[in-house]
């Protein structure tokens, strides 16, 4: 069995610091990981992604993420936050060996003030 | 342009009145899917379809029924709504095969009331 927790399901950011939202995941087998953002109003859209080889993965508009199989931790950061990354970010996981069934966080809702 | 379709964006029913709402994609994707976004749980999977004929029970199948007659649709259907059912859900459409995650494609939701 698989499941995602997200730790914060809100977080405050000012304009330029850095932003850190934290994933722990649980996986019977070696996972693929997902960081999504969702935008008001949008549906979900892929941000990074990891599945296997480099541990550290870089996505969309900045942000990146660290896979560390010893702390089951999938962490999402971006170093100056932009007021354009207010939003709600999702982490989720799938097992590598099923047709890809993703389990996903409660969402950690992004506030960037000036 | 790639996108997946659902309609409507909004709906306000009453409880016990059957509604359908639907999805559709132009990508020809095999696999497709319905989730509910609720606070605090995230995305909760209802259905999905591996392709056309082919469905399966999500983690929160109880009230919802689907179909896979086309490709392209995937309609999720509420014989009897009920107040526990007020959420935002989303369809989704990816390719078939494991690893392909990445390329699943959300529509943009559609926000149940049910009074």
């Known amino acids: 069995a698989q499941s995602v927790t997200q730790l914060g399901s809100h977080v405050s950011v000012s304009e330029g610091a850095l932003v850190l939202l934290r994933c722990n995941y649980s996986s019977s087998v070696p996972p693929y990981l997902f960081w999504y953002v969702q935008y008001p109003n949008q549906g979900l859209q892929l941000l990074l992604k990891y599945t296997t080889g480099a541990t550290l993965v870089k996505g969309i508009n900045g942000f990146e993420a660290e896979f560390k199989k010893s702390e089951t931790s999938f962490h999402l950061t971006k170093p100056s936050a932009h007021m354009s990354d207010a939003a709600e970010y999702f982490c989720a996981v799938s097992e590598s060996d099923s047709w890809g069934k993703l389990q996903f966080g409660a969402g950690t809702q992004v506030v960037v003030t000036p | 342009e790639a996108q997946v379709t659902q309609n409507p964006r909004y709906l306000i029913t009453v409880t016990g009145k059957k509604l359908t709402v639907t999805c559709s994609q132009n990508?020809?994707?095999?696999?497709m899917s319905w989730y509910r976004q609720d606070p605090g749980l995230g995305l909760r999977q209802i259905y999905y379809s591996m392709n056309v004929e082919v469905t399966d029970k999500g983690d929160v199948p109880e009230g919802y029924k689907v179909s896979r007659k086309e490709k392209r649709n995937f309609p999720l259907i509420l014989e009897s709504p009920s107040p526990n059912q007020t959420s935002l859900y989303f369809c989704?459409?990816?390719?078939?095969?494991?690893?392909?995650?990445?390329?699943?494609?959300f529509g943009s939701g559609t926000q149940l009331s049910v009074l």
């Open positions: 990508m020809n994707h095999e696999y």
């Open positions: 989704a459409s990816r390719q078939g095969g494991v690893s392909t995650n990445e390329k699943l494609f």
